[in-house]
């Protein structure tokens, strides 16, 4: 079984959706659950962090953790052609960080 | 925007060849690590190094080797290059201190013929 399972997608969205993207985890020892963009040719690009249960927002980007359900989720408000990106999950136990494989994502303008 | 370098960004070349691949950092981070990913496929983590004279085996290290005698810099090097190591590698930092806050480097796209 993987660490961290993540749908691969592809998703596409209608620009100005709101898109929801998810990861599972099966190891309860994850203190730190990330988000990052990756762009097509380029290195991830970390987007957002949180370290404990509950919502983190930053712009139109929202971070949920539901540690109980071993659940992370990623929010995107009013999607823009410029979020069109592949979206990686990540978390660690401090030391050594779990990815998941990339949710792609398209905003159709 | 993360000042961490890797070069070359594209490479193809035969099989048995000895390569090495180049990252470089300007932050002073402590942490460095390798990892190779492929479509569809979560990172995997190749090399880590803590700091200078510090390196540990990934999951994937048994056939590429490091160094880290500099704390900006960490090359990997394959001895023998196979077409199974064709993929994109990755390159990345993180400060002392933090736990999440990793940067990443823009790549290197490998293609072993």
């Known amino acids: 079984q993987k660490e961290v399972e993540q749908d691969p997608g592809p998703l596409s969205v209608p620009e100005g959706a709101i898109v929801s993207l998810n990861c599972t985890y099966s190891n309860s020892a994850f203190q730190y659950f990330m988000w990052y963009r990756q762009y097509s040719r380029k290195g991830p690009e970390l987007l957002m962090y949180?370290?404990?249960?509950g919502n983190k927002e930053d712009g139109r980007f929202t971070a949920q953790v539901d540690k109980s359900s071993k659940y992370i989720s990623l929010f995107i408000r009013d999607s823009q052609p410029s979020d069109s990106a592949t979206y990686l999950c990540?978390?660690?136990?401090?030391?050594?960080?779990?990815f998941g494989t990339g949710t792609s994502l398209t905003v159709i303008p | 925007e993360a000042d961490i370098y890797q070069t070359p960004r594209y490479l193809v070349i035969g099989t048995g060849k000895k390569i090495t691949l180049e990252c470089s950092q300007t932050m002073g981070h402590d942490k460095m690590y390798w990892y190779q990913q492929d479509p569809g496929m979560e990172l995997h983590l190749i090399h880590y190094s803590y700091g200078v004279n510090s390196t540990e085996k990934g999951d994937l290290s048994s056939e590429s080797t490091v160094s880290r005698i500099r704390t900006e810099h960490f090359p990997l090097t394959l001895e023998s290059a196979r077409p199974s190591h064709t993929s994109q590698y990755l390159c990345?930092?993180?400060?002392?201190?933090?736990?999440?806050?990793?940067?990443f480097g823009p790549g290197t796209r490998l293609t072993v013929l």
């Open positions: 990345a930092s993180m400060p002392s201190g933090t736990h999440n806050e990793q940067f």
């Open positions: 990540a978390m660690n136990t401090g030391n050594q960080f779990y």
């Open positions: 949180t370290y404990s249960s």
